[in-house]
């Protein structure tokens, strides 16, 4: 059999999601919408995947690569933007066109709808499926015989009389056709309904009257074919996507505590028998390694994790971090950091463009700016790197088994060699040596009988 060729139709305007961000475009557990139903076309075998897409050039970037991108010039209809897609749809392959808004539906049930279509023989199959509550959706009219006769549609007023909006079978919004006999039916569809569209499921009266057989396939999961139309639908579909991310990852090994407390993006890679505490949010192409304990309350945003990572109560935005490291609780990483292995970065700790050395610690109440820092060597309570000057960001290079004093501050560029201390308190400026004392305070100096000498002070002052 001839692989499919799979049309996804992503043009139209989205009016009711009442955005100024095209509706393909808005996100789905960290993935564009149109990227679902492509990603699906392509597990189930897809040839070719042509994607329709507005004038704008809006999904641009967002394609990819081997998705082929058709445009429709004005949003006409879903029939017109299958026409819009005409020119790759030459030779016998069969035709495979999906709602861009439908974005749950799965390889499964596409391929199975192309395998009830080649088996049946018909011309063209509709998915349809059976809703409690079918509001918005296009209704299926049987004829005597039992076979689809049309689809009534109820967007706008009009198109569907009383009884067909009794109708609980629906259009899913998944077809599957013949590749020789769509176009030419699809042209002699007219707009004459409600909307003035070209409504794509109207090709299937055109069939049914040269007598070519139109098929139904039936949908039993509900949740497989959910349009989005507007925000409120783009939750329960996020929803939806986002149980089918997490049983995916509690199947392959990774404990989620409390899933509905946990979001996880599509392309987040974990490994096994690492524990997702509640309150957490891996988001992006965040990538943890196994035996790591991340949560509660922790946001990675495109970052990467090797093995028995722990973060607790933090915040990492793009930076790396190597086996063994400790993380938080109240950590904020941000994009440019390297935490090696064993290391810790601990309570009311920023760090930003640094690397922090093989099991060194920098536990308390620190901002690491633009630092290099060698391994084991530890970081005093409330160090700050001074990395900007005004004008330009300057780096602070520290060495190995460095022995940090609480309270200094690293004015960069500045060099600290191996081995090397500071003193409590310091501003260090100018560079220590290897082994050495850095110093860069004031000598403590003690006045003997302060106390004294203030009372009597102020005793004379009330007699005066
Ligand atoms: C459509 C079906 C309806 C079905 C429902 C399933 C039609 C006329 N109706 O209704 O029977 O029950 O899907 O979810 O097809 N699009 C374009 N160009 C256009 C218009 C739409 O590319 O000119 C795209 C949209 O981006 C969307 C898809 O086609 O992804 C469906 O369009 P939409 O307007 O959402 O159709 P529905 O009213 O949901
Ligand atoms: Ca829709």
Request: charged share 25%; hydrophobic share 40%; aromatic share 4%.
């Amino acid at each position: 059999m001839t692989a499919p060729t799979v049309v996804v139709l992503a043009a139209g305007e989205g009016t009711r999601m009442r955005s100024a961000v095209p509706k393909m475009l808005h996100e789905i557990c960290g993935r564009p919408m149109v990227q679902w139903p492509i990603r699906a076309a392509i597990e189930a075998g897809a040839g070719r995947v042509v994607v329709v897409g507005g004038p704008g050039g809006e999904l641009d970037g967002a394609l990819p690569d081997g998705v082929e991108l058709a445009v429709q010039r004005e949003p006409r209809g879903t029939g017109d933007a299958v026409l819009a897609a005409a020119e790759r749809l030459e030779g016998d392959a069969p035709v495979l066109v999906v709602n861009g808004d439908t974005p749950l539906v799965t390889p499964q049930l596409l391929a199975a709808v192309l395998q009830a279509h080649t088996s049946s023989g018909a011309a063209a199959t509709i998915a349809t499926v059976e809703l409690d509550d079918p509001t918005g959706y296009g209704r299926v009219v049987r004829g005597p015989d039992g076979g689809v006769e049309h689809i009534a549609e109820t967007k706008s007023p009009g198109d569907a009389d009383e009884a067909e909006l009794r109708i609980r079978e629906v259009n899913a919004g998944v077809y599957a056709f013949d590749g020789t006999r769509l176009l030419p039916a699809l042209q002699r569809v007219q707009p004459d309904n409600a909307q003035g569209e070209y409504y794509l499921p109207d090709v299937l009266q055109v069939f049914r009257g040269d007598d070519h057989g139109v098929a139904a396939f039936p949908v039993d999961d509900p949740q497989a074919v959910l349009g989005v139309n507007d925000r409120v639908d783009l939750a329960r579909v996020r929803a939806l996507a986002q149980r089918r991310i997490h049983e995916a990852h509690m199947r392959a090994g990774v404990t989620i505590v409390d899933p509905d407390a946990t979001t996880i993006d599509a392309n987040v890679q974990l490994g096994r028998d690492t524990v997702i505490e509640p309150a957490s949010f891996l988001r992006g192409s965040t990538r943890a390694g196994e035996r790591c304990r991340i949560g509660p309350l922790t946001t990675i945003i495109d970052s990467a994790l090797n093995d028995q990572v722990t973060v607790t109560h933090s915040y990492l935005l793009e930076c790396e971090v190597h086996d063994g490291a400790k993380l938080g609780p109240f950590a904020y990483l941000r994009p440019g950091t390297v935490v090696r292995a064993n290391a810790k970065v601990g309570t009311f700790v920023e760090v930003k463009n640094s690397d922090i050395g093989e099991g060194t610690k920098v536990p308390h109440l620190t901002y690491l700016g633009d630092a290099d820092v060698g391994g084991q060597t530890n970081i005093g309570a409330g160090t700050i790197t001074a990395n900007y000057d005004g004008f330009r960001k300057h780096r602070t290079r520290i060495g190995e088994r460095v022995h940090g004093g609480v309270d200094t501050s690293f004015v960069a560029p500045v060099e600290v060699g191996d081995d090397a201390w500071t003193a409590a308190g310091s501003a260090i400026v100018d560079d220590v040596p290897p082994g050495a004392l850095g110093v860069a305070r004031e000598r403590q100096r003690n006045v003997e009988g302060y106390d004294a000498r203030k009372r009597s002070e102020e005793e004379e002052r009330r007699k005066g």
